[in-house]
């Protein structure tokens, strides 16, 4: 599998700050989950704000969370983003490209994250600003739109 970088823009457009896209969040491996009308501005704010300190969550723009689904993983030093819809994208670090595909004995290449708590994550597909991950989070739950901020890669 190959994939392609989606370059980060230097304008954001603007967005609504109080519109929320989501149709359904699931944290794991706890399995607490939020319905649409659940989803709340308190249910936002507190997602936003444990993202530094560590978080594992599905946040998805169909109501079943089967579909449009932004997993975030976060350990507070390494922030992952991987968005499933029709095609697969990947927040992107380009100051570690040598890492994708690594060979699983290589550990400097991968980070401590696991993406579905299962499958370990490549350096280059996590970020180290957490802030701007709060940011790419945000615009995703506002929006439903990938955060233009951040370089993307797309599987192909």
């Known amino acids: 599998m190959s994939f392609e970088i989606i370059p980060k823009k230097d304008t954001i ?6 519109e929320i896209k989501l149709k359904h969040i699931l944290y794991y491996p706890n399995g607490e989950e ?3 009308d659940e ?16 978080i594992e969550i599905y946040l998805s723009l169909d109501s079943y969370g089967e579909d449009d689904w932004l997993e975030v993983v976060c350990d507070g030093e390494w922030l992952s983003l991987a968005y499933t819809s029709e095609d697969e994208y990947c927040s992107y670090n380009a100051d570690f490209p040598d ?3 690594a060979d699983f004995s290589d550990t400097e290449k991968w980070t401590p994250l696991t993406s579905g708590g299962q499958s370990p994550i490549e350096k280059c597909f ?4 957490i802030e701007l991950g709060i940011k790419a989070v945000e ?4 929006t439903g739109e990938l955060y233009p901020g951040i370089d993307w890669a797309v599987y192909q």
């Open 139 to 142: 615009y995703f739950i506002r």
């Open 39 to 54: 989803i709340t501005e308190e249910v936002i704010s507190r997602i936003l704000k444990e993202i530094p300190e560590g």
């Open 13 to 18: 457009p603007e967005f609504d700050h109080q």
């Open 126 to 129: 996590a970020i180290q600003d």
């Open 99 to 101: 890492t994708y595909n």
């Open 34 to 36: 939020y319905e649409e």
